[in-house]
């Protein structure tokens, strides 16, 4: 049995293979041809943050599969009343067939994981957004713009995984956050170590025009995640010259890509011209959230 909680855990070969299989289920979506990989099945959704693209992507994504999905809020379970995590784990794993859990912690994960004798899927966590990323990377294949991406904002989760495909698939990554805001050292390390065997070229810097010159894709995330609305004004004024605007986007590639996980505030970490741009692109890869879980967790069932 396998869990879905960091792409570090995952080679190359795993990851284009949740790719391939994505391509092919959405193929079939396209065409109303729905297959049920998943009949039956029964999905534990846990949030601790709300989230609109996990829940419908999960929810809507099980049920094409053939399965159900059930939301629990921390209001709707124990576990909002103390219940350990781990006794948590241990029920759910005896009545559902696969949980995804949307944490304020990575490591409220690893416990859930340690004693779930079901599939864990990171729906995200403080370190890592997985789902995210390899949605955007769906995005890029089918649109064909594999070369270099210039990540710009905060040193975040989305950062994060970022790093860890980038890593593990080989391409070049240019990361650009402000003083402060760089990225975990201990996530980065792990980045460098995989990128040993990759080839993957990894740029950090504070320079948001070294990143983004001649890259292929340039994506960024919000400056103020959830948890973190106290902090906004204090981050508004340190984010200071990192919003992507048409002047940043004319240093990319001529036909560069810009990607953006939702949801966006327009003039902050990107401007209205530059989003209603790449809109197109920003709502394929809001819809391939859709397609990439279904692949995760079809994917996952093959190592039950």
């Excluded at 284009?16 to 534990?44: G, P, R, T, V």
Aim: with cysteine; hydrophobic share 40%.
């Amino acid at each position: 049995m396998r869990h879905f909680l960091t792409l570090d855990d995952f080679s190359k070969d795993d990851i284009n293979e949740i790719i391939q299989l994505a391509i092919s289920i959405k193929k079939e979506s396209k065409e109303k041809n729905f297959k049920s990989y998943l009949k039956n099945q029964k999905l534990a959704m846990i949030f601790e943050k709300s989230s609109t693209r996990t829940r419908v992507s999960f929810e809507v994504g099980m049920f094409e599969l053939g399965g159900y999905a059930l939301f629990l809020s921390k209001k709707d379970i124990q576990i909002g009343r103390g219940e350990s995590i781990k006794d948590t784990s241990r029920v759910i794993s005896r009545m559902c067939d696969m949980a995804m859990l949307r944490v304020n912690s990575h490591d409220t994960l690893d416990e859930f994981a340690k004693f779930s004798s079901i599939p864990v899927i990171n729906g995200l966590s403080d370190i890592y957004h997985p789902c995210q990323i390899l949605a955007d990377y769906l995005t890029m294949v089918e649109r064909d713009h594999l070369g270099s991406v210039a990540y710009i904002g905060d040193g975040n989760n989305i950062a994060h995984s970022w790093l860890m495909l980038a890593s593990k698939i080989g391409f070049e990554l240019r990361v650009a956050t402000p003083v402060g805001y760089e990225v975990n050292n201990e996530v980065l390390s792990k980045a460098l170590k995989n990128s040993e065997k990759s080839c993957a070229k990894i740029i950090i810097t504070n320079d948001i025009k070294k990143a983004i010159e001649n890259a292929d894709v340039v994506t960024t995330d919000t400056w103020i995640s959830m948890g973190q609305e106290e902090q906004k004004a204090q981050r508004i004024r340190d984010f200071k010259g990192f919003t992507v605007n048409d002047d940043m986007m004319k240093l990319a590639s001529k036909n560069a890509m810009f990607l953006h996980c939702l949801p966006a505030y327009k003039e902050y970490e990107v401007s209205e011209s530059v989003f209603e741009k790449h809109s197109d692109e920003i709502f394929d890869e809001a819809e391939n959230r859709l397609h990439i879980q279904k692949a995760i967790m079809v994917w996952l069932d093959k190592y039950r």
